[in-house]
């Protein structure tokens, strides 16, 4: 098993639940024991407990269940042909079976500075973390500017301000989460952050970073200029494909698997962020990025090396927590032609559907679990919403109301 | 101090203890089958679902407005069904018993 957290874990731990006996080796560059991502830029960011609170499995999980944890080290590359991989300390591991969860890492864009800025960091790790914590001390009047307003850099500035900084997101596109969510999505966690004192700006595109000492000046294009004590770059990721594409794995965007998670080489599997897959639920191809894919891959991979008849079939789904607001998403709103938007009485709660015709795509609820779980249903049955009951407060959110006739 | 019996489906009984944290994280830390918290303890994946004993449905306590409507969704929902992220430890709940689902 190349790569160790959420995919790599939870395949390991299948693995043994389908009553494998061999030996399960899992591999990874962190040398931290395998923890939850989702809460590193928002629990583990604003308090002081240690990244054990927040770990995946127990140390005693690992030896009851007899699975080898190599931390801290690199794979280097895959010998197909021996079935084999050489870690970076010069070893060699054979192999019956491989699995890459190879993940991503930060994009860090080339811009003029970075290298020599003081206190900028990517959020991927729990190590980045610990190092933004450090950099921050007690937050109070520090001034942090966060590049990219996707979830990462407002689930960063949320956590931040919390902490007592001064929270500046520099967006390039003319609106945050553009590339994830609808522009009526996007206006409330704009709105959401203003309120809450983030200084959100669109259309800033950062084109150099100056620093002297420990005062770093972040520079736009638009001539705009944000000093900083401390950067974070949260601008996307890069699929680590290079040890699949270097074994000749066939690669699209990322590494292409089959509806039982096997690459084109059907003794080695890809799973989680690194796997660009068919979903069956809206027929193409994708490559997402969620805790949720990854726990599921997981369980077919394991599954399926088991030797028992799993195909990958889920519906995805993702969360994000942003000061007293809880969005929940579920499904895939690629390609929507109406969205709809359901107001309920409390203030900061409503969800927004997603239709094609007359099928639901996705929905985003924001404090609104009844509309994520009724979404959920319907996508999942394949049943038609009535719009005009939808959008209508006076008909109860319940699926039997809902449900088109 | 509360002192906290798991039933695994497979029916494994394990019984730990804690000062604090979740309920969630005590039956990971202790190995606990079938409670995965996969969100990491944040109301949103489901992936911890337990049937409180029901002689111990009160000390536990009704799921909070956000939880009841994630359990609907559960297949094996009843009315003693809670997500045990989001019980926290205290001694009110000494002593119950937690049917895990999955």
Known sequence: ??????????????????????????????????????????????????????????????????????LGVGIISINRDTKTITLDTGEIQVYDQLVLATGARPLMPPIPGMDTAHQLYPLRTAHDVQQIKAALGDGKGKRAVIIGGGYIGLEIAASMKKLGAEVTVLEREARVLARVTAPEMSAFFQ??????????????????????????????????QYPADLIVVGVGIRVNLELAKDAGLEIENGIKVNAQTQTSDTAIYAIGDCSFHHNPLYNRWVRLESVQ????????????????????????????????V???????????????????????????????????????????????????????????????????????????????? | MAKITFITSDNETIVAEANSGSVMELAKDNNVNGIDGDCGGVCSCATCHVHVAAGDFDKVGAPGEIEADMLE???NYNEHSRLCCQIDISDAIDGVTLHVVN
């Not at chain 1, 952050?193 to 638009?222: F, P, R």
């Open chain 1, 191 to 224: 709105q959401l952050h203003a309120e809450q004192g983030v200084n959100v700006l669109t259309n800033k595109n950062v084109v150099s970073i100056a620093t002297e000492g420990a005062d770093n000046i972040v520079h736009c294009a638009d001539g705009s």
């Open chain 1, 1 to 70: 098993m190349i790569g160790a957290s959420h995919a790599g874990v939870n395949f390991a731990f299948a693995l043994r639940k389908e009553g494998w006996e061999g030996r399960i080796v899992l591999f990874d560059k962190d040398p931290v024991r395998p923890y939850h991502r989702p809460p590193l830029s928002k629990a583990y960011l604003t308090s002081d407990d240690p990244i054990e609170k927040h770990s995946l499995k127990s140390a005693e999980s690992y030896e009851k269940e007899q699975i080898e944890l190599c």
């Open chain 1, 293 to 324: 894919n990854a726990v599921d891959q997981a369980k077919v991979a394991a599954a399926v090396i088991a030797g028992k008849d799993a195909s990958y079939n889920s519906l995805p789904w993702f969360w994000s927590d942003q000061f007293d």
């Open chain 1, 326 to 405: 809880k969005l929940q998403m579920v499904g895939l709103s690629e390609g929507y032609d109406e969205l709809l938007i359901r107001e309920e009485e409390s203030e900061r709660k409503f969800s927004a559907w997603y239709f094609r015709g007359d099928q639901l795509l996705a929905v985003d609820a924001v404090n609104n679990a009844k509309a994520y779980v009724i979404g959920t249903k319907f996508i999942t049955e394949g049943k038609q919403v009535d719009k005009g009951k939808l959008i209508d407060t006076d008909v109860p959110l319940k699926p039997a109301d809902l449900i088109k006739n």
């Open chain 2, 73 to 75: 969704l559960e297949d």
